[in-house]
């Protein structure tokens, strides 16, 4: 089973950014579409962003569409979440996903999930 491991998260004033990074144990960057989840307290966790395996093309949630951009090192086997104007509506706790389809009405993660990084925006 894919390991994840994410690091970056923390406290930010609103407007600021932060970038989250997620290191995979074996190869999954090369073969798995790849991304982010999060979530806010007393809410479901949601889709974030994905990257694609073979064409790194990105997508994203409608929330953050223009402020976060999603990246990829193959070499580094790591995923990133470079994320920008922050909001305080952005405070969760982001997960990493190892294996994200589009699969009914959403994307889900059909694979191994990080443990998890706080990120706290103040207003």
């Known amino acids: 089973q894919v390991q994840l491991v994410e690091t970056g998260g923390g406290l930010v004033q609103a407007g600021g950014s932060l970038r989250l990074a997620c290191a995979a144990s074996?190869?999954?960057?090369?073969?798995?579409?790849m991304g982010w989840f999060r979530q806010a307290p007393g809410k479901e966790r949601e889709f974030v962003a994905v990257?694609?395996?073979?064409?790194?093309?990105?997508y994203y949630a409608d929330s953050v569409k223009g402020r976060f951009t999603i990246s990829r090192d193959a070499a580094k086997n790591t995923i990133y979440l470079q994320m920008n104007s922050l909001k305080p509506e952005d405070t969760a706790v982001y997960y990493c996903a190892s294996s994200i389809r589009y699969y009914g009405d959403a994307y889900r993660n059909f694979g191994s999930w990080g443990q998890g990084t706080q990120v706290t925006v103040s207003s």
């Open positions: 074996v190869h999954t960057v090369r073969y798995n579409d």
């Open positions: 990257i694609s395996r073979n064409s790194g093309n990105s």
